[in-house]
């Protein structure tokens, strides 16, 4: 039904641009692209799912002591009175009832999991409108959609992808924050001047004179290893014949001694 609404509006958009002198301006956006690519939402998203495992783990071990609890009646239940047995399965209906609870509390649809979801995704949220109503002024767009909307787009060519230009958007507003210098005000206004493909070419001749620079580091590297390695081994071979020639001396006195010794004796 969604998808028929979306088809229904963009084939009633199609129609007004085609009438109209001016034609329609389209874009789109990947939120979950924008989102992966936001750290704080990454952060926060981390602390969430930790939450989320701990919860899952507190409800699994409920299930295992009433799992435990059914067992143990069942051993047991020959040896129970009628109201021994009652009060033994008031209890586990008891405590089923409190796990179905917790379990709502934590992720049914009004609870901690999806509250928490919708505080975490709002701010991001809010950077994203604000940024697409800026680009949408800018470039005088007429319509911007969530392609991952339940009603998303069968087909978009990457031309009207505006998600690097909201994340952009976002990192300049970042940027803007944490300004302390009129040289970083300067450099910032550069930055945000230079168009997508600007800075695509930019990242691409930084990404070159890394490259190099890495290249003439692993060079300098190796040759300091060889260096290194002729050097131990010229030392290595020094504190060999110095050893050969501290030991043949200590044999020529011991020798020289043990004469001595042997002069002594016949003496």
């Given at each position: 039904m969604l998808k028929r609404t979306f088809l229904f509006t963009l084939f009633i958009l199609i129609g007004f641009g085609a009438s109209a002198q001016k034609p329609i301006n389209i874009g789109f956006v990947?939120?979950?692209?924008?989102?992966?690519?936001?750290?704080?939402?990454?952060?926060?998203?981390?602390?969430?799912?930790?939450?989320?495992?701990?919860?899952?783990?507190?409800?699994?071990?409920?299930?295992?002591?009433?799992s435990e609890m059914k067992t143990s009646l069942q051993n047991e239940r020959a040896l129970l009175t009628p109201e021994l047995i009652e009060e033994r399965e008031e209890e586990i209906a008891y405590q089923q009832e409190q796990a179905t609870n917790y379990e709502q509390k934590r992720f049914g649809p009004k609870g901690d999991y999806m509250i928490q979801k919708r505080q975490l995704i709002k701010p991001i949220q809010d950077q994203v409108f604000n940024a697409l109503q800026e680009?949408?002024?800018?470039?005088?767009?007429?319509?911007?959609?969530d392609r991952n909307a339940e009603s998303g787009m069968l087909f978009a060519k990457k031309r009207f992808d505006l998600s690097d230009q909201v994340l952009r958007s976002i990192n300049r507003a970042s940027n803007r924050k944490q300004i302390e210098t009129k040289q970083e005000e300067k450099e910032l206004e550069m930055a945000e001047a230079r168009t997508a493909e600007e800075d695509e070419e930019l990242s691409q001749r930084e990404q070159a004179i890394q490259d190099r620079k890495s290249e003439r580091e692993a060079l300098i590297e190796e040759r300091k290893r060889k260096q290194d390695s002729i050097k131990e081994a010229r030392q290595k071979a020094f504190e060999e014949r110095r050893e050969r020639i501290l030991k043949e001396r200590q044999q020529k006195r011991d020798s020289i001694e043990a004469a001595r010794n042997r002069k002594d004796t016949i003496n």
């Amino acid at each position: 039904m969604l998808k028929r609404t979306f088809l229904f509006t963009l084939f009633i958009l199609i129609g007004f641009g085609a009438s109209a002198q001016k034609p329609i301006n389209i874009g789109f956006v990947d939120m979950e692209y924008i989102l992966e690519n936001v750290p704080e939402y990454q952060q926060a998203s981390s602390q969430l799912d930790q939450r989320v495992n701990e919860w899952r783990n507190e409800i699994e071990q409920k299930r295992k002591e009433i799992s435990e609890m059914k067992t143990s009646l069942q051993n047991e239940r020959a040896l129970l009175t009628p109201e021994l047995i009652e009060e033994r399965e008031e209890e586990i209906a008891y405590q089923q009832e409190q796990a179905t609870n917790y379990e709502q509390k934590r992720f049914g649809p009004k609870g901690d999991y999806m509250i928490q979801k919708r505080q975490l995704i709002k701010p991001i949220q809010d950077q994203v409108f604000n940024a697409l109503q800026e680009i949408g002024e800018n470039r005088d767009f007429d319509f911007i959609f969530d392609r991952n909307a339940e009603s998303g787009m069968l087909f978009a060519k990457k031309r009207f992808d505006l998600s690097d230009q909201v994340l952009r958007s976002i990192n300049r507003a970042s940027n803007r924050k944490q300004i302390e210098t009129k040289q970083e005000e300067k450099e910032l206004e550069m930055a945000e001047a230079r168009t997508a493909e600007e800075d695509e070419e930019l990242s691409q001749r930084e990404q070159a004179i890394q490259d190099r620079k890495s290249e003439r580091e692993a060079l300098i590297e190796e040759r300091k290893r060889k260096q290194d390695s002729i050097k131990e081994a010229r030392q290595k071979a020094f504190e060999e014949r110095r050893e050969r020639i501290l030991k043949e001396r200590q044999q020529k006195r011991d020798s020289i001694e043990a004469a001595r010794n042997r002069k002594d004796t016949i003496n």
